[in-house]
């Protein structure tokens, strides 16, 4: 006899059977514009640190572990740019890249129907949030085991008005429940399609989030909601771009350092020239890199007798790294000239001098040096100085010459990406050293940054994927000061012509 599983009234519901979703896939939604940015491209095609947006947006997933699979969804007429930045950056997860729709809910609809039939979770994500953190993506996931829906956001610390059609206050609801929405939004694939096949019924549907959607259509399903982040911001206005590329920057001066033996396996048998390596931030630099077996050549005015206004010294000192080791990987320029006083005041010969090695040097240095990093798909690093944001009186060669070296690393990080070599500058507070020093005197050693804590923050630049970034190095509270190495007899006439570094 075949049981009978038939429920009376009175018995009891069964449990539900436990999730087990066969995958996890994020489905990236690239389908503005860039109307509100006054762009002539989508948004998320908009380069942020070096990179276009949404190739930041995707590097996020694509390392996640519990991302399996990335889906792109992207504006009409973009989707062979986006094609190509997905093969150039080589995502292996990104299983498809198709067309959106014209509304953000048709969109969802064309997901959907992409990840197919069977139990999935979904996450879905706006393109132009690429700061989003690998621990919002992993408490979302997480979260599915529980829930059925997810959503992130943050408290407002704004108080919110509601207005009527005259811009008139008819209600100020209790700042403390309430939030702020970003991405990613999570869900059961179940759960997401029966929201939509119910919203199809009817007539007035509209929703600007897939929350939103469940939220009206299933309205017994409890929606989670995990903390986001204030960094998770959403690239729509001109001065979004901004913020997001300073975030970049700022990520990038608080990243973790490694270990010693992270160290060695990033640097062991890679090369690096230093031009202006023979004292001050180059020097520590040197000695740091060579610490964890890294292949230095320092060369400088006083020690190798290298100018790095001079093409030919340049060029003869990347074939001297090269001829020995095979590989140029890092090529470093902390030269330059900090010479005081007012502009009307300085002679010819001064002011060709500080124009000369503080930027065509690392101009020369550039492009003497990419031949060799494309080999290794390596990188510069320049440096610039806090005024650059401010020229400041009494050095406005070097404050000038300073903002080029910006303007020159944002610059070329656009022109060489092709070529997958990245640029970078350093951009740190006032540090301890001896061109510091001729300059200005004797000063509190608790105001200045100490060189080897620059050198330090130059390291982990190097070994990182950055590339167009301006990174601040500043010294944290109570933090000891370096005192400025003392000059060699060779570097007293060096210093005498106020050479800033090598």
């Known amino acids: 006899m075949t049981q009978d599983h038939t429920t009376g009234p009175d018995a009891a519901p069964e ?39 949404i190739e930041h947006t995707l590097a996020v ?34 299983s498809k890249v198709i067309e959106g729709g014209d509304t953000r809910n048709a969109t969802t609809r064309i997901a959907l129907d992409a990840v197919g039939e069977g139990d999935v979770n979904i996450l879905f994500h706006d393109a132009v949030r690429p700061l989003v953190s690998a621990r919002i993506v992993r408490e979302c996931v997480n979260a599915l085991w529980t829930y059925s829906a997810v959503d992130v956001a943050i ?17 100020i609801p209790v700042r403390a429940t309430l939030r702020r929405g970003q991405t990613p939004q999570a869900f ?28 009206r259509y299933l309205p017994g399903t409890p929606i989670k909601v995990i903390d986001g982040s204030d960094e998770n911001i959403k690239v729509t206005h001109p001065v979004d771009v901004h913020l997001a590329d300073k975030l970049f920057q700022l990520a990038a001066a608080q990243a ?13 048998g890679r090369t690096v020239v230093i031009f202006g390596g023979s004292y001050g931030i180059g020097h520590d630099l040197a000695e740091l890199a060579r610490r964890y077996g890294a292949q230095v050549f320092p060369f400088s005015r006083s020690s190798t007798g290298t100018h790095v206004e001079r093409a030919e010294d340049v060029e003869a000192a990347l074939k001297t ?34 124009l000369q090695v503080n930027f065509v040097g690392p101009v020369i240095a550039a492009r003497q040096s990419l031949p060799y990093l494309q ?7 320049l440096y610039t100085s806090s005024s650059y944001t401010r020229g400041r009186a009494q050095y406005a060669l070097y404050s000038s010459t300073k903002a080029a070296l910006v303007n020159l690393t944002q610059a070329l990080a656009d022109e060489w990406a092709e070529f997958g070599v990245r640029v970078n500058c350093i951009n740190p507070e006032r540090t301890a050293t ?49 005192v400025p190495a003392q000059p060699t007899a060779a570097d007293a006439d060096r210093l005498a012509g106020g050479v800033a570094a090598g």
């Not at 066969?22 to 070096?50: E, N």
Request: glycine letters at 10%; proline letters at 6%.
């Open 15 to 53: 449990t539900p059977a436990p999730w087990r979703p066969s995958r996890t896939v994020a489905v990236v939604l690239a389908g503005g514009t860039g109307t509100r940015l006054g762009l002539g491209i989508p948004k998320q095609l908009l380069k942020i640190a070096g990179k276009p947006i």
């Open 61 to 94: 997933f694509e390392t996640a572990p519990e991302i399996d699979e990335i889906i792109v969804l992207m504006a009409t007429g973009h989707v062979d740019q986006a094609q190509q930045i997905v093969d150039k950056a080589g995502f292996r997860k990104v």
């Open 155 to 171: 408290p407002s610390a704004d108080t919110i008005i509601q207005v009527d059609e005259n811009d008139c206050i008819t209600d």
């Open 188 to 215: 059961r694939s179940g759960t997401i399609r029966e929201a939509y096949r119910r919203a199809e019924g009817d007539p007035d549907f509209a929703a600007t989030d897939d929350c939103g959607v469940v939220l």
């Open 256 to 268: 973790p350092r490694l270990t010693t033996r992270g160290y060695t396996e990033e640097l062991a």
């Open 321 to 354: 790294a090269f001829e020995a080791t095979g590989r140029i990987d890092h090529v470093v320029v902390t030269a330059g000239i900090l010479e005081k006083g007012a502009l009307t005041d300085m002679d010819q010969e001064t002011m060709d001098r500080v």
């Open 375 to 381: 080999q290794t798909k390596g990188q510069l690093l």
């Open 434 to 482: 001896p061109m510091r020093t001729k300059a200005f005197g004797e000063e509190p050693e608790h105001t200045l940054l100490a060189a080897e804590t620059v050198a330090q923050s130059s390291l982990d630049v190097l070994i990182s994927d950055l590339t167009g970034q301006v990174i601040d190095v500043r010294r944290a509270p109570g933090e000891p000061a370096g």
